[in-house]
């Protein structure tokens, strides 16, 4: 079991940045692969970013490379998702999550309730 708190999100204006950071409880973090998703009313969720349970590999949704990155600290059982450049569309809701599969299309295990990121102009 893993359970996930995500934490930092807030108001921001239009090209600020936010570091969201997802602690999780249980002695088998570092086994997990964690990625960060969000969403926005009438939309579905969309995926943004994941790291390997080593913290070594990372891959991104085209929407956010290059302005988000994703990290993790196993000693402390910590992720985050340092977030640069935001854009009004970037407003939704995060979430961190944690599967043991990297790549592929087996859902994603454990979720956190999520934190409101509010991009204005």
């Known amino acids: 079991q893993v359970q996930l708190v995500e934490s930092g999100g807030g108001l921001v204006q239009a090209g600020g940045s936010l570091r969201l950071s997802c602690a999780a409880s249980g002695r088998t973090f570092s086994s997990y692969t964690m990625g960060w998703f969000r969403r926005t009313p009438g939309k579905e969720r969309e995926f943004l970013a994941a790291?390997?349970?080593?913290?070594?590999?990372?891959y991104y949704a085209d929407s956010v490379e290059g302005r988000f990155t994703i990290s993790r600290d196993n000693a402390k059982n910590t992720v985050h998702l340092q977030m640069s450049s935001l854009k009004p569309e970037d407003t939704a809701v995060y979430y961190c999550a944690a599967r043991i599969q990297y790549t592929g299309s087996l859902p994603w295990d454990y979720w956190g309730q999520g934190t409101q990121v509010t991009v204005s102009l």
């Open positions: 790291t390997s349970w080593s913290g070594k590999s990372t």
